[in-house]
C-alpha cells in the first residue's frame, strides 16, 4: 500500500513539474521513498496530535463553562440569606457579565415565577425556554446540553433554609428560584484551533521537507559516488590485466557496510579471474566436448521426463508395471528386463514382468502369467538372503552394477547359468535398482540385462551415467506403482466402508436385508445394457467405469438414511402393529362378546328349554363375529388395495361394541379405524412421512461427505431414486429431463427389486409376471423411464434376472404383447 501511495506521488510530481522526478535511478528512488515516508509519518502525527488537541480544547472550554455557571450561581446564592435590594443582585449580575462579555462565553440568570410574583419582574429579564422550565419544575436535573454547535451549562439557585424568612417567603427548601445559564460556541473554538494548525502545518512541513531532501541527498551522493568510482574502473576494463584496478578498489571504504561487502567481494572475483590462465585452443576444445555432453544429457532428460509423464498418466495398474520395463528396456537398450515386487509381508520378491526380445518371452502384466516361484528375501535359517542379487538389492537399497554375472563375485548365479544353457542364451552384463517408495521403503527391484550399444548391437556393461538415470527412472516408477497402489486401497477402502453401511442398512430390518447389493447389482446391469445397445434412443450413450462405479456408489448408499429411520416403522408387518400386533387385542375383544353371549345363554335356563329360535340367533351371532375377525384380519394383512367399500365397512364395524364387566366398550379404537382403513401397505400417512423422509437424510449426509471428483454426483443420483418422470416423486418432485439417466436406473431398479423381494414385512414377493404388470402401469402413469425397461427386456436382462427369484415367482411374461418365458 506505502508503495502505490509512493508511486502515485512520484507519477503526480512528475505530470504536474514536467521534471524527471522519481525515475528508476537509485538516487531518486530513494529520494522518493525516504521523502513519502518522512511525509507520511508527519501527516499521521500532525492528525493525530490535531485531533487530541482539540478534543482537549474542547474540554478545557466546557470545563470552564461548567466552573463559570457554578460560580455565577454560588456568588447569587451568597448574596440571598443577606437580603439584599433587588438592585444589588441585578448589580451583581451584570457585573459577572461584563467580565466574560469579551470571552465566547454568554451568561444568563432566569428567575421562576414564584420571586417574580413576590418581587414583579424584572424588565428585559430573558423568558425561560423548555430546559429552563423544566429544571426550574424539577422535572430535569441536566447539568449540561449540547445541541448544533452549542454546549450549554445550567445552574440551578435552589431555596436555602436560611433565607426563606427574609427574602423569599413561602417557598419551600430545594425549590428552584432560578436558572444560570452559560452558553458557548464550542465549533467556533475548533474553527480557530484547525486554522492556527494549518500555518503550524504549512511551517513544520516545509521545514521536515528541507530537512528530509538535505539528509537524502547527503545519503545519495555517498552511495552514487561509490557506484560511480567503481562504474569508471569497469569501464577500462580491457584484458585480464586491468583487472587489477578492480581488485584494489575492493581493499577501499565506501561508508556503508552492504557496499563495503558488495565491493569486497567484486574484488575477490577480479583476483580469482585473474589468477585463471586459460588455453585457448584447449578452451574452445572443452566447451565443444561440453556441448556434446550437453546435448547427449538434455536428450535424456527429456527422454526420462516424457517416461514420466507416460508412467504418471497410467491407471491400470498392469499396463503399468510393463511400462516400467519397458520403458526402463528402451532407456538403457537393454535386451532383457525383469520387475520384481516385494509381497504383502515383505518376506519375497515376486515376479511381476519379464521380458527379453531376443528370447522372446513376454510374461506377466496382461501377457502369459508366470508361474516362478518368489525370490525369497530369508533363508532357512532367517538370515538375510544377500546371496542373490536381486534379494540383495532389496535388502540393502543399493543398485548393483555387474559388467559380467559369470565373472561376478559375491551372488550365486547358478540358476542364471542353468537358465542359460536350457535356453542357450548369454546372460552377461546386469544392472539391478531398488524401487523405493515416498516413504523411502523398498517396495520392489527392476533387473535389466544385457546392454547394448547403440551402434553396433554389441553386449557392453551399463555406462554410469545410465545408472542415475535409471535410478530416476526407477523413483518414478516407484512412485507412480505406489500411486495406483494408494488410490485402488482408498477405493477398496471406500468400497468396503459403502457395502458396510449397507449391510448396515439392511441388518437394521431383517425384511430388508440385502435390498441395496441387489439394487446396486441391477443398477449395474443397467448401466452395461446401455453401454452395449447400438441401435436406438441409448445408441450414442456410454458410461465409462468411472462412472459405472460412481452410479454402483450411490445405488449401494441410495437408503443410507434408513439409518435415522425407526425400526418399527421399517418392520411394520401389518396395520394395527405397534410393539405387537394389535388385531390380537381385537380377537380378545370379539371372544369375550362371544363368552358373555354363552354365559347369558347358560344363566338363563337349561339349553332344551331354549327354543330353537333363540339357539339360531345364537348360532348366527356367533358366525357373525367370526366374519368380522376374517375381514378385519384381512384388511389387517395390507397386501391388497382397500376399496372405499371396504374403507367404509371398516368405519361401520368400528360402531360395533363389546361388553365387559358391565360396561360397553368399542371393538375398534380411533387409532385402529385410522390404520385399518390405509388403503396401499401398512403405513399410515403420518409414518410414510417419516419412512419417506430416509430420502432427505440420505441427501443430507451424502452431500457432508467429501466425495472426490469422479464420484461428485453420488448425492445426487442417490436423492432421486424415489422422483418420477411425471413430477410426482419425492422429495423434489422433479420431472422430465430433470432426472438425469443414472438417478432413472436406481429409481427402475429399486422398484423392480421392491416388488420381488420375497422379505417384504407386509406382503410377499410378487412373480415375475405380477411385477411386470404393475411396472406398466407405472411406465403409462408416467412414474418411470418406459425406454430404459424396453431396454432391459430386449437386451434379455429381465429374464436373466428371473434366474434369482425363486421358483414360485418365476412365472412367464408378457411385455409390449410379447411373451417371455422365464421357467426352467
Known amino acids: 500500500m506505502l508503495n502505490l501511495f509512493l508511486s502515485f506521488c512520484s507519477q503526480y510530481l512528475k505530470r504536474l513539474t514536467g521534471l524527471p522526478f522519481f525515475d528508476k535511478s537509485l538516487r531518486d528512488y530513494l529520494f522518493s521513498r525516504i521523502m513519502g515516508v518522512a511525509l507520511v ?39 440571598m440569606p443577606a437580603g439584599p435590594s433587588r438592585q444589588t443582585l441585578i448589580a451583581n449580575i451584570e457585573a459577572i457579565k461584563k467580565v466574560h462579555s469579551s470571552s465566547s462565553y454568554q451568561i444568563e440568570v432566569y428567575r421562576n415565577s414564584l420571586v417574580n410574583d413576590q418581587y414583579g419582574a424584572v424588565a428585559g429579564a430573558p423568558v425561560p425556554h423548555n430546559t429552563i422550565r423544566k429544571i426550574m419544575t424539577g ?17 440551578p439557585l435552589t431555596a436555602k433554609s436560611t433565607c426563606l424568612n427574609q427574602c423569599h417567603i413561602g417557598a419551600e427548601v430545594g425549590t428552584v428560584l432560578g436558572v444560570v445559564e452559560v452558553k458557548q460556541n464550542v465549533r467556533e473554538i475548533a474553527a480557530r484551533m484547525r486554522s492556527e494548525y494549518f500555518w503550524i502545518f504549512i511551517l513544520y512541513g516545509s521545514l521536515t521537507i528541507f530537512l528530509v531532501t538535505f539528509v537524502t541527498m547527503l545519503v545519495v551522493a555517498r552511495i552514487t559516488r561509490a557506484i560511480d568510482q567503481f562504474r569508471a574502473k569497469t569501464s577500462e576494463i580491457r584484458s585480464v590485466v586491468d583487472l587489477s584496478s578492480i581488485s584494489e578498489m575492493g581493499k577501499s571504504t565506501f561508508g556503508f557496510t552492504e557496499l563495503n561487502q558488495a565491493f569486497r567481494a567484486v574484488g575477490e572475483l577480479a583476483e580469482r579471474l585473474q589468477n585463471v590462465a586459460v588455453d585457448k585452443d584447449a578452451l574452445e576444445i572443452e566447451v565443444e566436448l561440453l556441448n556434446k555432453c550437453s546435448d547427449v544429457q538434455r536428450n535424456h532428460l527429456y527422454q526420462l521426463v516424457m517416461i514420466g509423464l507416460g508412467l504418471s498418466s497410467e491407471k491400470n495398474i498392469d499396463r503399468l508395471l510393463e511400462k516400467i520395463v519397458g520403458e526402463a528396456r528402451r532407456f538403457t537398450n537393454a535386451e532383457g528386463g525383469t520387475l520384481y515386487i516385494k509381497d504383502s509381508e515383505g518376506e519375497a520378491l515376486d515376479f511381476a514382468i519379464v521380458q527379453n526380445d531376443s528370447l522372446g518371452v513376454f510374461m506377466g502384466g496382461s501377457g502369459e502369467a508366470i508361474s516362478w516361484a518368489p525370490v525369497p528375501l530369508r533363508l532357512e535359517d532367517g538370515q538375510e538372503n544377500h546371496r542373490n542379487v536381486s534379494a540383495h538389492c532389496a535388502l540393502s537399497g543399493e543398485p548393483i552394477n555387474i559388467s559380467d554375472v559369470y565373472d561376478a563375485k559375491g551372488f550365486d548365479f547358478q540358476g542364471t547359468r542353468a537358465f542359460d544353457v536350457a535356453t542357450g542364451y548369454r546372460s552377461c552384463s546386469m544392472l539391478v535398482i531398488p524401487l523405493r517408495d515416498h516413504e523411502d521403503e523398498i517396495i520392489g527391484v527392476l533387473q535389466l ?39 485402488r486401497e482408498v477405493e477398496n477402502l471406500l468400497d468396503a466402508f459403502v457395502l458396510a453401511i449397507g449391510d448396515a442398512i439392511d441388518e437394521k430390518s431383517s425384511y430388508t436385508a440385502g435390498h441395496v447389493t441387489r439394487v446396486a447389482s441391477l443398477a449395474e446391469q443397467l448401466v452395461l445394457e446401455v453401454n452395449r445397445a447400438n441401435t436406438g434412443m441409448f445408441a450414442d450413450v456410454k458410461f465409462s467405469a468411472e462412472e459405472l462405479a460412481e452410479i454402483r456408489m450411490a445405488a449401494l448408499l441410495h437408503d443410507v438414511g434408513k439409518i435415522t429411520t425407526p425400526e418399527h416403522l421399517m418392520d411394520k408387518a401389518t396395520k394395527l402393529e405397534a410393539i405387537f400386533d394389535r388385531m390380537e387385542l381385537v380377537r380378545h375383544r370379539v371372544e369375550i362378546s362371544r363368552l358373555n353371549d354363552e354365559i347369558i345363554r347358560l344363566a338363563s335356563e337349561p339349553r332344551s328349554a331354549l327354543e330353537d329360535g333363540q339357539m339360531l340367533a345364537l348360532v348366527e351371532r356367533n358366525e357373525e363375529w367370526q366374519g368380522v375377525v376374517s375381514f378385519l384380519d384381512t384388511v389387517n394383512q395390507g397386501s391388497e388395495w382397500l376399496s372405499p367399500e371396504g374403507i367404509e365397512k371398516v368405519r361401520r364395524l368400528a360402531g360395533l361394541t363389546y361388553s365387559m364387566c358391565g360396561v360397553e366398550l368399542p371393538l375398534l379404537g380411533a387409532d385402529e379405524v385410522m390404520n385399518l382403513c390405509i388403503q396401499k401397505g401398512t403405513l399410515n400417512d403420518a409414518e410414510r412421512r417419516m419412512m419417506n423422509r430416509h430420502v432427505e437424510m440420505s441427501i443430507k449426509m451424502l452431500e457432508g461427505l467429501p466425495f472426490p471428483k469422479k464420484l461428485c454426483n453420488v448425492p445426487t443420483y442417490a436423492g432421486m431414486h424415489h422422483e418420477k418422470i411425471n413430477g410426482r416423486g419425492y422429495p423434489l418432485g422433479l420431472q422430465g429431463d430433470a432426472i438425469p439417466l443414472p438417478a432413472r436406473m436406481l429409481a427402475l431398479a429399486d422398484i423392480l427389486e421392491a416388488l420381488t423381494a420375497e422379505d417384504r414385512p407386509y406382503r410377499p ?11 406398466e402401469k407405472m411406465i403409462d402413469f408416467g412414474e418411470l423411464d418406459g425406454d430404459l425397461f424396453d431396454l432391459a427386456v430386449d437386451s434379455g436382462m429381465i429374464v436373466r434376472f428371473a434366474q434369482n427369484l425363486t421358483a414360485r415367482q418365476k412365472v412367464d411374461f408378457s411385455w409390449r404383447g410379447k411373451s417371455y418365458s422365464v421357467s426352467e
Open 765 to 775: 414377493g410378487k412373480t415375475l409376471s405380477e411385477a411386470m404388470v404393475i411396472i
Open 139 to 155: 422535572a430535569d436535573q441536566q447539568e449540561l446540553l449540547e445541541s448544533g454547535n452549542w454546549s450549554t451549562h445550567f445552574y
Open 449 to 487: 540385462l544385457n546392454a547394448k550399444d547403440r551402434e553396433t548391437g554389441v553386449v557392453v556393461p551399463f555406462p554410469e551415467q545410465d545408472v542415475e538415470m535409471a535410478m530416476s527412472l526407477a523413483s518414478q516408477a516407484a512412485i507412480a506403482l505406489t500411486k495406483i497402489r494408494l488410490v
Open 41 to 79: 509519518v508527519f501527516l499521521i502525527v500532525l492528525a493525530t496530535s490535531a485531533i487530541l488537541y482539540e478534543r482537549f480544547i474542547i474540554q478545557q472550554s466546557k470545563d470552564t463553562a461548567r466552573r463559570i455557571a457554578a460560580q455565577t450561581g454560588v456568588s447569587i446564592e451568597a448574596l
